[in-house]
C-alpha cells in the first residue's frame, strides 16, 4: 500500500529553528509538495521537490532524498504565524496525491 | 491570484438528506478535486474531474456523487447523508493531468450530518 508518515505535532519557540520530517512509500514518484494549513483555512502550497536536494525559498528549505523515501521542510526564524498545520504529499506513477495526515507545528513565545 | 470558492463555509444538515456542496474556481483549470479531511487522516480524495463531463472515482467514492457540466464549476452530493459524513469537504483545482502542477484549494466547507 502507499504510506506518508510525519509527526502528528511538534513544539518550537519563537525565533528556533525546526525540522518537519516525512517518509513515504508509494507506487512511484512525480514529486512531494508540502502545504501549509491553518487552522479552519484552506491549504497553501509552500514547495514541491522532485529532485534530491535542498530548495530554499525564504524562511523555509524543504529537502528531498528519493533513494531514501524521506523528505523534510525546515523552518528558520520561526514566528508565531508559523503555528499551523503543515501537510506532506507525493504524486504517484498516476499523477494522484497522496497525503500524509499533517503535523501540527506549535509556535510559543 | 487563482481562487476557489465553495459555496458555504459551514452546514448542518440530518440524516438522510440529500446534501450540495459547490466549487468554482475561476482559472480555467481543466482539473478539479473533492476531498475530506478528518483529524488523524491525510486528505483522502472522493472524485475529481479532468473535463466537463468527466469523472472519475477517488479512493472513497461511496455515498456520494458529483457533477460538472461546466469547467469552472464541480459539485459534490451526498445522495442520503449519514452521520459518517461529518467532515471537513475541500475542493481543489488544478491544470492539466500529467503535468505536475500544484493543487489550490477552497477554504473548506465544515458539514455536521445529525
Known amino acids: 500500500g502507499q504510506n506518508i508518515d510525519q509527526p502528528t505535532e511538534m513544539t518550537a519557540t519563537e525565533g528556533a529553528i525546526v525540522q518537519i520530517n516525512c517518509t513515504y512509500q508509494?507506487?512511484?514518484?512525480?514529486?512531494l509538495f508540502w502545504y501549509q494549513q491553518h487552522a479552519g483555512e484552506a491549504p497553501t502550497f509552500l514547495s514541491y521537490?522532485?529532485l534530491d536536494g535542498l530548495e530554499e525559498k525564504g524562511r523555509f528549505s524543504s529537502f528531498l532524498s528519493r533513494s531514501k523515501g524521506y523528505s523534510y521542510l525546515l523552518l528558520k526564524e520561526l514566528q508565531m504565524k508559523d503555528s499551523a498545520s503543515y501537510l506532506c504529499?507525493?504524486?504517484?506513477?498516476?499523477?494522484?496525491?497522496?497525503w500524509g495526515a499533517g503535523t501540527k507545528l506549535i509556535i510559543k513565545p | 491570484d487563482v481562487k476557489v470558492t465553495q459555496s458555504s463555509r459551514y452546514l448542518v444538515k440530518r440524516t438522510g438528506e440529500k446534501v450540495f456542496l459547490e466549487c468554482v474556481q475561476d482559472m480555467d483549470h481543466e482539473n478539479m478535486f473533492w476531498y475530506r479531511q478528518d483529524p488523524g487522516l491525510g486528505l483522502r480524495l472522493i472524485y475529481f474531474s479532468y473535463d466537463v463531463k468527466m469523472k472519475e472515482k477517488g479512493d472513497i467514492p461511496e455515498g456520494y456523487s458529483v457533477s460538472r457540466e461546466k469547467k469552472e464549476r464541480f459539485s459534490l452530493i451526498l445522495e442520503s447523508a449519514s452521520t459518517n459524513q461529518t467532515s471537513m469537504y475541500l475542493c481543489?483545482?488544478?491544470?492539466?493531468?500529467?503535468?505536475?502542477?500544484?493543487?489550490?484549494f477552497g477554504p473548506g466547507t465544515r458539514l455536521l450530518v445529525l
Open positions: 508509494t507506487s512511484g514518484f512525480n514529486g
Open positions: 521537490n522532485v
Open positions: 504529499a507525493v504524486m504517484d506513477s498516476n499523477y494522484q496525491l497522496i
Open positions: 481543489a483545482s488544478s491544470f492539466i493531468r500529467g503535468e505536475v502542477e500544484t493543487q489550490y
